[in-house]
């Protein structure tokens, strides 16, 4: 059976640990935390929305969807529900012998209308013998378009990904979190509260259930996915997961057979329990009417699956493991295949401070900044853009200074079809031949001329 690795971070939010990699796929300091300062709150969507009204983001190693699920949470929260707001009418007075009031009207701009209406009775306005035009208006703007949301999610582990809109947030974390496996590292990690308590982070109910709605919309073969079930209703995993969406799954795997002879008292228990869960179904469904919204699971190699790919992308994501990891995916030849597919306003946003990263964007053409952390007070995370002006916080002299090191080598992987263990080994061997100072003489040189 397919294992899974979870346990709780600080923000409420579930993490997963790869033995595989022997690495964390997320900061125990808070997974959803973690996604919403290094990808979200630095890409300023908000500015983005206010003279845009499409959008297409790349998230590379999608995982169990933090980034993008974070993304559709702040669109939720922060975009739409002001685009909705902006779209309300006005009132504009023209000075005219006639009345007239468009017939359309926004029901839920009550009070508008209301006073329309009041004031008219006060006044006893007649169509034709006053001298005020009265006119409600819809605003004729960007506000009042539909928004197009193109998100393209590649990832190898199908598993992780058809789980993604299952895991819990918002859970309140008792300070000895006990977790299903016995991993030191983390269990003293979960135990730091990085000198402060982080509030629980949850997301919208809408948030992952239109995830469900589209992951099933493009992969129906989820609902027969035996590892899938198996996995989603094992005892020991049930606490990470949110049983009103396991529910959901239920139904729509019921939905699915329903023209299939099944028992009466089957239908009506799932009518019973539609109608119980509907609720939140119908306002994540009312909310995709307001969007056209593509999502476009991809289970392979980002590379293969980007070398076939014909889209021009706003934002990337790129959120792999750590280079030492899993290099394929930070070489500067991968890059050179972002900067093809990048707009050219667009921007990438990576968690990693490395070198090597840095120098490979550079050498692939990009101009490269620093994302600064303002609830962390530090910088951590890198962008990589086409266009500099996008650019707040540029490289230091400090920081430039290490990408001439040994350090600043970077990976390679010149057919985008290597090994992991290829491409390292090959590293490792530019590294050891080079004539460059290494990184830490160049730090101690740096320290003595600052002192």
């Excluded at 059976?1 to 579930?14: A, I």
């Excluded at 005892?235 to 239920?250: A, T």
Aim: proline letters at 2%; hydrophobic letters at 35%.
């Amino acid at each position: 059976m397919y294992e899974l690795y979870p346990y709780y971070t600080n923000d409420g939010s579930v993490g997963l640990f790869s033995p595989e990699a022997d690495d964390i796929y997320h900061s125990t300091y808070g997974a959803l935390t973690e996604a919403y300062e290094k990808f979200v709150l630095p890409a300023d969507f908000e500015k983005y929305f206010s003279k845009n009204n499409q959008i297409k983001i790349l998230d590379i190693c999608f995982g169990i969807g933090y980034n993008t699920k974070s993304f559709l949470n702040y669109f939720l929260e922060k975009i739409l529900e002001e685009k909705i707001s902006k779209k309300n009418m006005y009132i504009e007075t023209i000075d005219t012998d006639n009345i007239t009031c468009n017939d359309k009207i926004y029901t839920d701009n009550v009070n508008c209308e209301n006073s329309l209406h009041e004031s008219m009775e006060k006044t006893n306005f007649s169509n034709k013998n006053e001298k005020s035009d009265i006119k409600i208006r819809e605003h004729d703007s960007v506000e009042n378009k539909k928004i197009k949301i193109f998100i393209k999610a590649i990832d190898t582990d199908k598993n992780l990904a058809f789980l993604s809109p299952f895991f819990v947030t918002g859970k309140k974390i008792r300070r000895k979190e006990k977790i299903n496996f016995h991993q030191d590292k983390i269990e003293k990690m979960l135990q730091k509260q990085n000198g402060k308590k982080l509030p629980k982070k949850r997301l919208k109910d809408e948030t992952n259930i239109i995830l469900l709605e589209k992951i099933i919309e493009n992969h129906p073969e989820i609902l027969e996915d035996a590892e899938i079930q198996q996995i989603l209703y094992a005892k020991k995993y049930r606490r990470y997961f949110d049983r009103y969406l396991r529910g959901l799954f239920k139904f729509y795997k019921f939905e699915k057979g329903k023209y299939t002879p099944l028992s009466r008292l089957k239908a009506y228990l799932h009518n019973i329990y539609y109608r119980y869960i509907s609720k939140r179904q119908k306002k994540a469904l009312n909310t995709l009417k307001l969007l056209d919204f593509n999502f476009d699971l991809k289970i392979e190699d980002a590379r293969k699956i980007l070398s076939a790919d014909d889209n021009i992308y706003n934002f990337v994501f790129l959120d792999a493991f750590t280079p030492a990891k899993c290099p394929c995916l930070w070489t500067v030849d991968f890059f050179r295949l972002l900067y093809s597919h990048l707009d050219e306003d667009g921007m990438i946003l990576t968690y990693s401070n490395a070198a090597n990263v840095r120098s490979a964007f550079i050498e692939a053409g990009f101009f490269v900044g620093k994302i600064y952390n303002d609830a962390a007070g530090k910088f951590m995370g890198t962008i990589a853009v086409k266009n500099k002006s996008l650019i707040k916080n540029e490289l230091s002299e400090y920081d430039l200074g290490l990408l001439k090191t040994k350090a600043g080598i970077f990976y390679r992987d010149e057919n985008l079809t290597g090994q992991n263990e290829a491409i390292i080994a090959a590293h490792e061997k530019e590294v050891e031949t080079s004539a460059r100072i290494s990184s830490s003489k160049f730090i101690k040189q740096w320290k003595r001329v600052k002192s």
